[in-house]
């Protein structure tokens, strides 16, 4: 139901963010809080996920914390019944857990390992958010789900095989995701961000002057200069989980 007053409001809406401990899933998260949202943070990271949820509630947000492998079946069933107990609904979900492995490396040098793992967090962990919380998003009358993915691997390519597969792999889910679950009132959408000053890319560009034998501080400050930052991503996000969104469909791009 459209909030006419104001259409980017989340008041009364509960929010499942995976990756919700750091990045762009936090910046998504504090937005979501401030605009009236109850906020589920989910990720690995317990410290940076406690402490997060804890600084929202601080300054007067609903927020909760519940470590979760995304990877694994039973956590993320574990984590929607946690949700179902505490607010007995779910009316938005962004799926931001994710993880790079093997930047600027090689078919040779990738392991099986680290390919595996890349393609768990951010393809099964998408697909197993999906498969048990759908029921509960099923009964919202505001039911939006945001797979975060990325110019890599959709437009261009990636640093990482793993990473540029597995977004590939996340912006084709969301888009049959989408066809999938329209009849039942759920719209899903794809975000592709590109370069934004987080944990993840600034790896990637450690990885990158280390394995050139550059100055890492010179690609750091770089980074600083020329990337956008994850709140102005969370600003679109919070945008697509809105009722001003309602006729949105596929995917957006940001910087």
Request: charged residues 20%; contains cysteine; hydrophobic residues 45%.
């Amino acid at each position: 139901m459209t909030n006419l007053s104001n259409p980017l409001d989340l008041t009364g809406k509960v929010v499942l963010i995976t990756g919700g401990a750091n990045g762009i899933g936090e910046a998504t998260a504090r937005l979501c809080v401030q605009r009236g949202a109850a906020v589920v943070i989910a990720d690995m990271n317990q410290e940076a996920g406690e402490r997060t949820a804890a600084s929202m509630r601080e300054q007067g947000g609903q927020a909760d914390f519940v470590q979760t492998d995304v990877r694994h079946a039973e956590q993320v069933s574990a984590l929607i019944d946690a949700i179902r107990q505490r607010h007995g609904r779910l009316d938005k979900m962004v799926c931001a857990a994710g993880v790079i492995r093997g930047p600027w490396q090689q078919p040779e040098e990738l392991t099986l390992d680290d390919f595996e793992m890349t393609m768990d967090v951010n393809v099964k962990g998408a697909f197993l958010c999906a498969k048990y919380a759908t029921p509960l998003l099923a009964v919202s009358d505001s039911a939006v789900v945001v797979v975060v993915a990325s110019g890599a691997g959709v437009t261009a390519a990636s640093s990482s095989l793993a990473y540029g597969a597995s977004k590939g792999g996340a912006n084709g889910f969301a888009m049959t995701l989408a066809s999938h679950l329209s009849s039942r009132n759920i719209r899903v959408n794809t975000i592709c961000p590109g370069n934004i000053v987080t944990e993840l890319k600034l790896s990637i560009d450690i990885a990158g002057a280390e394995r050139a034998g550059t100055s890492v501080d010179e690609a750091i400050q770089k980074a600083h200069q020329n990337y956008g930052l994850p709140e102005g991503v969370a600003r679109v996000i919070a945008f697509m989980l809105s009722d001003e969104a309602d006729y949105l469909r596929g995917a957006l791009f940001t910087r």
